[in-house]
């Protein structure tokens, strides 16, 4: 019996926007004072219970470039990635990974933790040792929801009615809605109350019988073949694990939590969680406060100065600013929604893009010209494409490049090229061109697109995006 | 007897940074929901007072080109400009303009209106009214110094008090440094106080012979030859012309001002003189608040998001942010100093930076590499120049490049070409180069500086800048 992972990060949302965009979901940002994501958090956290081997990451294939970069610079290769066909919610996608967890040799008796991918855990001795008792728990077939120690009266989060106090594990009376704020008071004086983080434990007989029992119309996801089973999950219905099993299954525990726990669901929560300095102000970046205390002010390389800022946040990125007091940053989600309705692309493009061959980043616009700076990973190899509108000046800024060019209207003699650093080529307007990384470093290039159009969508690719990473 | 005006741009300042650096300061900012800058505004007002040829621009050499470059988008050419060679404070500028002006053919009869260059004046046409009094009054030998109508008990300026009440223009009783808050009430509800605004207003005659009776270390200015008047100027103490001349002379009226007249010190002062919309928010670029009330957001092209801001200052730029509180603003002009002095080069150098040929500005920086887009006016031409440690690509946006490149250690053959719209040039380490604008519109290059040292002070000119234009 060992244990296996499941980390779901299939999760969007733009609730820690700007940060956060419909490109660029929570779980992929490093906040709260770490230099990793929390995804590479989640994953370095799981590495320290089970190993590369036993670990699966369930997403959708939108996200494969950004998860296998980021998972690369954390040093874990391979292929983890269970593609998550569509959004169906957690039971579906939890199908999903332990069926890709027995193709890689799990049995019956193994058991499986599930984590989410963008929640933050301080204490990692105080997790590794409730995971212990969790297993412990599954031993006996139970089922187990790890129920966080609520510190405050929180209206956000569903919560866990235990019924009584075992020692290592309790049962569960019931789950609860989420509450208005006086009854999420009684919660936490009760003390038996928990709120519902989504994290779970299992064997992988008692999954597959729960699954079968509560909802069969998921269950035939464990019967498919690999390949027929992204079709069996798109016949699923969408559905929570919550309430999909755990709500109706008996032998269903709950395993206390108190390590330091949050989804980070908000930039107050953020605040919450930063390491804070002087005046209880915490702050990223090239960031200088006078006067002020209780604020949290995230930057990047511009100067950012604020004086007498009290409990304030701001966050600022390339391409969109936010200040807000503290407390009022829960409507954000509202109101970037707003925002997008409104045709602010910031809510969804995010300033740097993920690619299978790397990243680029717009660095300026105008009417008639773009620039942006261009990352290929080692290995990495854009689509063999044309522009209608736009001519393209590529300057090797580091590393080298190998770029082919064909004649216009001449698909049969294509130009290749090596081009070094300090070096430059130009690619004509509707001539077919692919840009290469070679070498075995980054290839970092500054792209200045000059036409009538300089629009993304200007790309006729005939072959797809592709690379060696990838 | 007729009119003649100088406009004092000579001052810097920092107190609307990041709007405002050592390298652009007030007077050439469009602040308060105008499209024309306060110096703009000025040469505007005066313009409806006088004519060109009877004006001049009394400023630092260093602004020749900023001040040359805006006053042409106002259509005004020629040699209105007068070299301050250094700061002397207001009295010895004056006597420079009063000089430069009698060179232009003004009497001693003739009248002389003299406006610093970054205020604004709300009513024109009370401000006109106000200047036809104060010629009234310096035909009988005057020395008019205008006083504003305080709205406040404001402590940042000194104060004129009038003695009794003339029907159009009142005698002087005293000049009043600036008060304390206390007292500052006193002086609004006695009504016979007014603000020192630096406005003047006099005959030629009337305003050398008060010099020459209490300020003769400066007189000789108007006896020095023009090509003698900067060793004058030079050796001339530093002196404002309140202390100089006002507070002695026995011939000074005061005009009252009544026109919503501004010094616009601080950004406190920009929103109360700013247009403001919706909950009274005063917004300028791409703005959305969501609650909030009596705040002043200025942003440019970032997308700025503001929740519940209730009297907040937020000021964004490309390269520096600043947010505080209404009334904190005052604090800003010490912090600035305190920036700079941490080495904060945002508080001296402009995103934009002005050059005789054009600007220029810094779209991406790395630590090899540099990306600046560059706008040349027609005919306007850089220095012949090299660089020990960078090559450079520029690739032309708009408009045609002429460029000379000289091969390497052989000055006798240059190259030159010419560069048209989505062309690009090569200019290698170490070679001699010159770029120029031969066209009638603007040329517009993107350069993209590749090297181990990519410093603006990397440059070794072989001749100066120059320009048609200037």
Partial sequence: MSLYAIVLAGGSGTRLWPLSRGEMPKQFLAVCGSSDTLLQQTIKRLLKLTSHERLRVVASGRWKPLIAHQLSCIGMKGNFLIDEPDARNTAPAIALGVAGLIDGGACEDDVVLVCPSDHIIADEGEFSRAV?????????????TFGIKPTSPDTGFGYIKAAGSG????????????????????????????????????????IIAAFRDYFPECAHIFDAPPE????????????????????????????P????????????????????????????????????????????ERL???????????????DALFVAPRGSSQKLRGIVKQLSERHHDETVEAPESARPWGTYRVLSKGDRHKI??????PGGRLSLQYHMHRS?????????????IYGHGDESKPKERLIHEGESVFVPKGHLHRLENPGRIHLEIIEVQIGEYVGEDDIARVEDDYSRAD
Avoid at 171 to 193: C, H, I, W
Avoid at 258 to 266: I, L, P, Q, T
Avoid at 304 to 318: A, E, H, K, N, Y
Avoid at 392 to 404: C, D, S
Wanted: aromatic residues 10%.
């Fill in 167 to 206: 020692d290592e594990w309790l049962d569960v009376d019931s789950f609860v809605e989420k509450p208005d704020e006086q009854t999420a008071r009684g919660y936490l004086e009760s003390g038996n109350y928990y709120w519902n983080g989504g994290i779970f434990c299992f064997r992988v007989r008692d």
């Fill in 372 to 377: 942006k700076r261009i990352a290929v990973s």
């Fill in 228 to 255: 027929d089973r992204a079709r069996c999950f798109m016949s699923s219905p969408s559905e929570s694990m919550d309430y999909a099993v755990m709500e109706k299954a008996r032998n269903i525990v709950c395993v």
């Fill in 132 to 144: 212990g008792i969790a297993e412990k728990a599954t031993a006996g077939g139970s089922i187990v």
């Fill in 304 to 318: 950012i100065c604020g004086i007498d800022l009290d409990s304030m946040i701001v966050v600022d990125t390339p």
């Fill in 257 to 300: 939590l108190d390590a330091g726990w949050s989804d980070v669901g908000s930039w107050d929560a953020v605040y919450e969680n930063s390491p804070s300095g002087e005046n209880g102000n915490a702050t990223v970046g090239n960031v200088e406060l006078y006067g002020g205390a209780s604020s949290l002010v995230i930057g990047h």
């Fill in 392 to 404: 393209e000046h590529w300057v090797v800024v580091q590393g080298t490049a190998k770029v082919v």
